[in-house]
């Protein structure tokens, strides 16, 4: 992999991540951009504990261009967008619209292939390996960063979900505080520890998830289950089999592994519905430990932690979404529609042959 570091006309870094070593990486980003100004602030909920980010510049963002303007497409042919090279492999850049800046955290678009039709299940193999890698790079960069405490790697696909641009893409958040997701899970695996006398919850769940009718796929490094509580329809969670704590923990063995078993799970996502649904809208989020720990989790060190993937698709069924309604919405009370273990079953029923 080579990386190439840049800045934009605003001032905003981009990074090619390149698979050849001789890629020459020297385009210049001709617009005649302003530097970017954001309202992005933090604000704290007293009353729930968790905080809000507050950013009405986000208000005025690109919102569902025609192809032939896509701002995550190449530079080709006069027409300029965020990418100011002819080609790339993998670009990651500072979002123009972030959710979080300066003091308040960084966020950043991930693009991963320049061809604007295709998805992430579309990859090579060695495509999705230097996605991996580029992930894996940020989480690296961004931890050093004084105001980040956790960084966040997740793709978005499909307008059920949001998505305002069809290019396949996704975001990195380094949020300047440990999410409510997290903390939670931090105490859980603070609590059950403590309990059990040294158990960790994660390897617990793994190794029962193992055994059970709701394990999906399961490489040599890797396993895929549907959670036994899961909230989603159709949610798959993704586990390297020696927990690590984040991206950075991965062994070589795992991450040649892994191209092959995700590529196979968005594939298997794409066929739940049929062929003659549109693509499966999902979220695709990897939970990695925080660099510190809420005062309440006294107990769990950040390598109790265990990085996973976490796979899900707001579509319950042919042609019908998952609303989170009065209970999701009001009292963070899913009611899941699909049995975990029918999910499963399904998910294996559309293995590729």
């Avoid at 809000?52 to 569902?64: F, K, L, M, P």
């Avoid at 958040?173 to 006398?197: C, D, N």
């Avoid at 990695?288 to 069924?317: I, K, M, N, W, Y």
Wanted: proline share 7%; with cysteine; charged share 30%.
């Amino acid at each position: 992999m080579k990386k190439t570091s840049t800045r934009l006309a605003d001032g905003r870094e981009l990074i090619y991540y390149d698979l050849r070593d001789d890629a020459v990486r020297e385009a210049v980003d001709r617009r005649p951009l302003e530097r970017t100004v954001t309202t992005a602030r933090v604000r704290r909920d007293v009353l729930l504990g968790d905080s809000v980010a507050v950013a009405s510049h986000r208000q005025g963002r690109t919102y569902h261009p025609p192809a032939d303007e896509c701002p995550l497409c190449p530079s080709r042919g006069g027409r300029l967008s965020e990418i100011p090279d002819s080609s790339y492999d993998v670009v990651v850049f500072e979002n123009r619209f972030p959710s979080l800046a300066g003091d308040s955290g960084r966020c950043e678009v991930v693009c991963f292939t320049p061809d604007h039709d295709a998805s992430f299940a579309d990859l090579t193999e060695e495509q999705a390996r230097l996605v991996l890698d580029a992930w894996t790079d940020r989480t690296s960069e961004l931890s050093h960063l004084p105001s980040v405490e956790q960084v966040f790697c997740f793709e978005n696909r499909g307008a059920e979900i949001g998505v305002t641009l069809g290019h396949p893409h996704g975001q990195i958040y380094a949020y300047p505080f440990i999410t409510p997701r997290t903390a939670l899970m931090l105490r859980s695996l603070a609590a059950h520890k403590e309990a059990t006398g040294g158990e960790n919850l994660f390897d617990a769940v793994l190794e029962r998830e193992l055994t059970e009718d709701r394990l999906v796929l399961e490489g040599e490094h890797w396993a895929a289950f549907v959670p036994y509580a899961a909230h989603w329809p159709y949610e798959v969670h993704l586990y390297p089999k020696r927990r690590v704590p984040d991206l950075l923990g991965l062994d070589e063995a795992a991450r040649t592994e892994f191209p092959k078993v995700y590529l196979e799970l968005l594939r298997r996502f794409d066929r739940i519905f049929g062929t003659s649904e549109p693509p499966t809208p999902y979220i695709a989020a990897w939970h990695q430990a925080p660099f510190g720990a809420p005062a309440d989790c006294e107990g769990a060190s950040r390598d109790d932690f265990a990085l996973h993937l976490e796979l899900f698709t707001v579509r319950r069924t042919s042609g019908k979404l998952k609303f989170l309604a009065g209970s999701e919405s009001g009292m963070s009370v899913f009611i899941n529609d699909v049995p975990p273990e029918r999910a499963a079953e399904r998910l294996r029923e559309v293995a590729s042959t």
